[in-house]
């Protein structure tokens, strides 16, 4: 979905490297969220920020850290990767009123 | 504590036919419920929500689901399956209270056979 971008869409590194993913929204929306997504584990909530000042941690946060740079930006780091990272990672934005979210296309990390 | 549960890992059904995805939540208080598709290579894409009013609600590509209370399950379902609705399919609910966030199924992929 062009409303949201994430940079970079493939990634191949190894352990215990420094990665940050970034995502870009331009719906305007307060609420950002980052999830991961392993085979038959669905989609699982690593971070979630519903605005410039308020971040909290999801299920999965540990070995991530997030960044809100401003309204429409929302990075992800992982600052020592490990293999077990390796999998799909979505950014998403929501609409308050109506909690539609709306998701980036995704970005696929491996970690060798 | 929310929770949702999608019971089948894969949904089989031939072109044509009815077909059911079914989801089953658990959330204090009133629940907002959301049906998401993702196809291949893409991200989430949303597909009906329920917020309150008519339990039967109508959304994207001909999907509807029902919502129903008693039996906390909010069912997506499709008069005539397309082999274009073959995609992976995610239920999320969230609470009405402030400050929560969407919880996801684990997903269910439907197969349409032609």
């Known amino acids: 979905d062009a409303d949201v971008t994430q940079t970079p869409r493939n990634r191949i590194t190894k352990t215990g490297k420094r990665i940050m993913l970034e995502c870009s929204q331009t719906k305007g929306h307060d609420r950002m969220y980052w999830y991961r997504q392993d085979p038959g584990l669905g989609l699982q909530l690593i971070y979630y920020?519903?605005?410039?000042?308020?971040?909290n941690k999801g299920e999965i946060s540990d070995g991530y850290s997030v960044s809100r740079q401003a309204q429409a930006k929302f990075s992800l780091s992982l600052e020592s990767a490990i293999p077990n990272q390796t999998a799909l990672y979505f950014c998403a934005t929501s609409d308050p009123l109506t909690d539609t979210q709306y998701f980036g296309p995704g970005t696929r990390l491996t970690v060798l | 504590a929310q929770s949702v549960a999608q019971p089948e890992d894969q949904v089989n059904v031939a072109e044509g036919n009815p077909l059911t995805v079914k989801c089953t939540y658990s959330v204090s208080g009133n629940p907002y419920l959301f049906w998401y598709v993702q196809y291949p290579n893409r991200g989430l894409q949303f597909l009906l929500k329920?917020?309150?009013?008519?339990?039967l609600v109508k959304g994207s590509y001909g999907f509807e689901a029902e919502f129903n209370k008693s039996q906390t399950s909010f069912h997506l379902k499709k008069p005539s399956a397309l082999v274009s609705d073959s995609a992976l399919y995610f239920c999320a609910v969230r609470a009405y209270q402030a400050g929560t966030a969407l919880i996801f199924g684990k997903g269910t992929t439907l197969s349409v056979s032609s």
């Open positions: 329920y917020i309150t009013g008519d339990n």
């Open positions: 920020s519903f605005d410039v000042k308020d971040i």
